[in-house]
């Protein structure tokens, strides 16, 4: 295959201070500052009720990020294939389950060890939105976000169909969260297709790189500490460029301490 | 897709250490399963735990890493020369060129478990404990990239029982798109109190060995494993084959299969399909075959749709138990055992069939030219694979 070559049709954005990607493109484009007020999560209406009672965190951050990549795409996700990236799952979860099991008899709630799975996001994904496509569900630590844009790239480049990246970290209630900090909830969705439509917003060609260069900076301050905070936040870059409307070549993304992961992003006029 | 060269590969489980251990049992019909000892559980119910894993001790310099996870990943990687098949490799394509790609459902949880055991007195965790080298779900590939000494892309593939099946496909995806050369891929998953307590909770777990296939099955046995295989781009001596994937969602429930199990028949036909096969080139199909009632009832009824009744067929978790992610690896990993020594595994521990599954059961084993097997793998999350194995010539 000569070109990693694939096209952003839609985007769903939720974080600290950024509500939606219409919302926050004014700050992606540096014309306003950003505001770093708390992501507040919304229910995930596409469930079913008792799916959505059941629902933590983690689940309610990837659906709303995927809900607005494909509603923004007018695209139907009865059929889309999806890579559901993510440094830790549902972290309220697991320090619960751990908290119980430290006991002398522990009693494990089954609805917390069902969701406890790392894949949970895509299966209630997949059950909103009854679709039986291939979903994958990765982990690469703080490189999560680049290796669910590698694999949502080469599944589109290879199949010739369109992919939904959902990329997204929830935090750890203590005393994991002293561990492993996450600030705040922060989650990505890319719809990604094999060739440029009317809706297209940019072009993304990528390369794996072996000498791993420091990935591009920020130059909003605020926007940079989430970046290096959130592993999901390695998309903010590359949202920067698309936000922008400007063509940038060699963008570097983190992706491992050995490996870097280059982006040219072009804009679709 | 390209048929794709598998150069090396090593299993684990309850049944010993490496390929010839493994194949003994399978062809003594020997279970690996036994009444719980691991940490004393007072649980009802049998595991397959590995010999070795409290033994073995990680190289000093990858010491954070210490978890039972990576000691049973290095346990199992240090077996059937498949440390240096990886420096061949690694030397032939150069280590950026070599991914790491494997499936694990829990990684290194336990250490976090236990770790909550020796909380502070504030609450906090103790000063030794280390998340991202162990709890965290890429622990076990980050280790596998430095004791492998490779610089490729790596990332965990973690949905449930089907993780370890999926990293076929995505090493398969990740040579035909000219990223990587060869990759290291496979799965480790080891006995955790999540996992064992979590099964009980939902009544999943049997209070007796698992019995796949018998009228009165009453669910799965817990089991630990590590499964490597080496797969590239092009071989000199290949072991065999991946010919075919498919990857498919339920998107029915978490936790229950598709009653009438379409995700999974989509996922088997997606595998002949990619295969280019049709279900009669099938020798031997390797069942997921949990002992659940729901899944040998809804995997019954949807290979019988796919195949008819006739195909030989059996589930090897009475030997291993279920190694969750670890369990895709583990199998196709049986299935190139069964193809290289003309052996079609029996399924253990039935004492009664149940009359209303239809498929062709192996209760004993059969021997007999196995040319190309089919692995199903199903997990939590609604989430299918299905892998086609060939054999050399």
Known sequence: ?269 | MTPLAISAFTLTTALGAGRAATLDALRAQRSGLAPVTFMGLPLPTWVGEVAGVDATRLPQPLAEFDCRNNRLAWWGLQQDGFLGAVAVARARWGAGRVAVFLGTSTSGLLQTELAYRRRTSDGSLPADFHYGPTQNTYSVADFAMHALQLQGPSWVVSTACSSSAKVFGTAARMIAAGLVDAAVVGGVDSLCLSTLYGFNSLELLSDEICRPWDAARKGLSIGEAAAFALVERASEAPQGWLLGIGETNDGYHMSTPHPEGAGAIAAMRGALADAGLQAADIDYINLHGTATPTNDTAEDAAVNSVFGSSTPCSSTKGATGHTLGAAGAVEALIALLAIQHGVMPAGLNVQQRDAALQLNYLQHNQAAGVRRVLSNSFGFGGSNASLVLGGVG
Not at chain 1, 83 to 112: K, M, Q
């Open chain 1, 1 to 269: 295959m000569n070109e990693l070559r694939v096209w952003v049709q839609g985007i769903g954005l939720l974080g600290p201070g950024l509500n939606s990607w219409p919302s926050a493109l004014e700050v992606l484009r540096g014309g306003q500052p950003h505001a770093n007020v708390p992501t507040v999560l919304p229910l995930p209406s596409r469930l079913p009720p008792a799916e959505r009672r059941r629902a933590g965190s983690a689940v309610k951050l990837a659906m709303a990020v995927a809900d607005e990549a494909v509603t923004q795409a007018q695209f139907d996700p009865g059929t889309l294939a999806t890579v559901f990236a993510s440094s830790s799952g549902e972290g309220a979860n697991c320090h619960a389950l751990c908290d119980t099991l430290a006991s002398a008899t522990p009693v494990v709630s089954p609805t917390r060890f069902t969701n406890s799975v790392h894949n949970a996001s895509s299966g209630a994904w997949h059950i909103a939105v009854a679709s039986r496509a291939p979903s994958t569900s990765l982990c690469a630590f703080d490189g999560s976000f680049g290796a669910g844009l590698i694999e949502a790239t080469i599944s589109v480049c290879l199949t010739g169909r369109p992919v939904l990246l959902v990329a997204s970290d929830s935090p750890y209630p203590e005393p994991l969260n002293t561990a492993r900090p996450l600030p705040d909830h922060f989650g990505v969705a890319l719809l990604l297709t094999p060739a440029a439509t009317e809706r297209s917003l940019s072009a993304l060609t990528l390369r794996l790189s072996s000498s791993p260069a420091v990935a591009t900076p920020l130059r909003e301050a605020s926007l940079e500490t989430l970046r290096h905070a959130l592993p999901a936040a390695a998309v903010l870059p590359l949202l920067v460029a698309i936000a922008q409307g400007a063509a940038q070549r060699h963008m570097a993304l983190g992706y491992l301490p050995a490996m870097g992961l280059l982006v040219d992003v072009e804009p679709v006029v």
